[in-house]
């Protein structure tokens, strides 16, 4: 655990100022909230760590929910967005499978962060998104926008092709930067109520990855794909028919699935609730979950970046720091295009 902290630190210190766009130098900022709201950080970690000891899945739901965000539109909140017409990004198809939990975390700080008379109405919830996702570099406003044709996400059968492109689109996102947020990827198709019952057993493990970080100036976003599980239906296709699968992995899938064709589940690499580079060893022993995992390895162009990332952790870690500080930054809002949400469910 120590040196998974120096590794984010020593990444994320040395990066920050590389990665920042130079247009958004003047808004984006560690210290934007200092003077407004100085107590800020300490207000949602609070906030957070409640929302977990009532559910522990509500650290990585909100995480998921972060992805989410950012991917569409931009990271301005605009997947919390309510419309009475039914038009909203939560209620697009890719998005039904959002743990409630993770909106509620997002809810429950912006409620703690306004029962500041200092803060009340001046911190954006997309701001609020992004800390409790630990990324801390501020100064987003939020969206007025949210509709369903707007949500476009990776799904479980991308090729390498069809995986570059969406994230070179997302963000002029690299292939190295799209394997080190492969985690991020999972987490769309995952089902994490399955996982409670061991997050339970490392909430303090998650805790330390998710808000404990110090946050003096760093631009991190711990967490991923190491954490998360699948159901059925997203690589039920794939057993007996993918050459590129373990056919023992595929015999034990293949037992899971049939036992519970409607619940059954299957976790994305061996260790769940331990943020490593476990699932790119899986990778090359034909162990990967969904197709857009296995791909990665089985395709030649990628596969050199898998077998760095087995052989060296923290050269994992440290990608994935500058990977998820580059996603918090697209489509960030200013104040001519956004605004701060009063109640994040809807545009003021």
Same mark, same amino acid.
């Given at each position: 655990?120590?040196?998974?902290?120096?590794? /984010?630190?020593? +990444?994320?210190?040395?990066?920050?100022?590389?990665?920042?766009?130079?247009?958004?130098?003047?808004?984006?900022?560690?210290?934007?909230?200092? @003077?407004?709201?100085?107590?800020?950080?300490?207000?949602?970690?609070?906030? #957070?760590?409640?929302?977990?000891?009532?559910?522990?899945?509500? &650290?990585?739901?909100?995480?998921?929910?972060?992805?989410?965000?950012?991917?569409?539109?931009?990271?301005?909140?605009?997947?919390?967005?309510?419309?009475?017409?039914?038009?909203? %990004?939560?209620?697009?198809?890719? @998005?039904?499978?959002?743990?409630?939990?993770?909106?509620?975390?997002?809810?429950?700080?912006?409620?703690?962060?306004?029962?500041?008379?200092?803060?009340?109405?001046? #911190?954006?919830?997309?701001?609020?998104?992004?800390?409790?996702?630990? %990324?801390?570099?501020?100064?987003?406003?939020?969206?007025?926008?949210?509709?369903?044709?707007?949500?476009?996400?990776?799904?479980?059968?991308?090729?390498?092709?069809?995986?570059?492109?969406?994230?070179?689109? =997302?963000?002029?996102?690299?292939?190295? %930067?799209?394997?080190?947020?492969?985690?991020?990827?999972?987490?769309?198709?995952?089902?994490?109520?399955?996982?409670?019952?061991?997050?339970?057993?490392?909430?303090?493990?998650?805790?330390?990855? =998710?808000?404990?970080?110090?946050?003096?100036?760093?631009?991190?976003?711990?967490?991923?794909?190491?954490?998360?599980?699948?159901?059925?239906?997203?690589?039920?296709?794939?057993?007996?028919?993918?050459?590129?699968?373990?056919?023992?992995?595929?015999?034990?899938?293949?037992?899971?699935?049939?036992? @519970?064709?409607?619940?059954?589940?299957?976790?994305?690499?061996?260790?769940?609730?331990?943020?490593?580079?476990?699932?790119?060893?899986? /990778?090359?022993?034909?162990?990967?979950?969904?197709?857009?995992?296995?791909?990665?390895?089985?395709?030649?162009?990628?596969?050199?970046?898998?077998?760095?990332? +087995?052989?060296?952790? @923290?050269?994992?870690?440290?990608?994935?720091? &500058?990977?998820?500080?580059?996603?918090?930054?697209?489509?960030?809002?200013?104040?001519?295009?956004? %605004?701060?949400?009063?109640?994040?469910?809807?545009?003021?």
């Amino acid at each position: 655990m120590a040196s998974f902290r120096l590794a /984010l630190f020593v +990444a994320a210190a040395t990066m920050c100022a590389a990665l920042m766009p130079q247009s958004a130098v003047a808004q984006l900022r560690p210290y934007y909230y200092a @003077n407004i709201c100085p107590n800020l950080e300490l207000i949602i970690r609070s906030s #957070v760590k409640q929302s977990m000891a009532q559910s522990p899945i509500s &650290a990585p739901a909100a995480l998921r929910l972060f992805f989410h965000d950012c991917a569409v539109q931009g990271c301005d909140a605009s997947i919390m967005i309510v419309n009475s017409n039914g038009d909203d %990004e939560w209620r697009n198809p890719d @998005n039904q499978s959002l743990k409630p939990e993770g909106f509620q975390v997002i809810l429950n700080a912006k409620a703690a962060v306004d029962s500041d008379p200092q803060c009340k109405y001046k #911190v954006s919830c997309a701001d609020i998104m992004a800390i409790a996702a630990r %990324e801390s570099v501020l100064g987003r406003y939020d969206g007025r926008v949210s509709t369903k044709a707007s949500v476009v996400l990776p799904h479980a059968n991308f090729t390498l092709d069809q995986l570059n492109a969406y994230f070179s689109s =997302l963000g002029g996102f690299t292939q190295s %930067e799209m394997i080190a947020l492969s985690g991020k990827r999972a987490f769309d198709d995952s089902s994490l109520a399955s996982l409670s019952l061991r997050f339970q057993r490392t909430s303090d493990h998650l805790l330390l990855l =998710l808000l404990l970080l110090p946050a003096a100036g760093l631009c991190v976003n711990p967490g991923g794909h190491t954490l998360g599980a699948a159901d059925c239906p997203f690589f039920q296709y794939r057993i007996g028919t993918d050459p590129t699968m373990d056919p023992n992995f595929a015999a034990q899938l293949k037992s899971t699935c049939s036992s @519970n064709p409607t619940s059954g589940f299957a976790f994305l690499d061996p260790s769940p609730v331990t943020f490593d580079n476990a699932y790119f060893k899986n /990778l090359q022993g034909g162990k990967g979950l969904l197709g857009s995992d296995q791909v990665l390895y089985s395709d030649w162009r990628s596969r050199g970046t898998v077998d760095h990332y +087995a052989t060296y952790q @923290n050269a994992f870690f440290g990608d994935f720091v &500058a990977a998820m500080t580059k996603l918090g930054r697209v489509g960030v809002k200013t104040a001519a295009t956004g %605004e701060i949400r009063r109640d994040c469910r809807f545009p003021n």
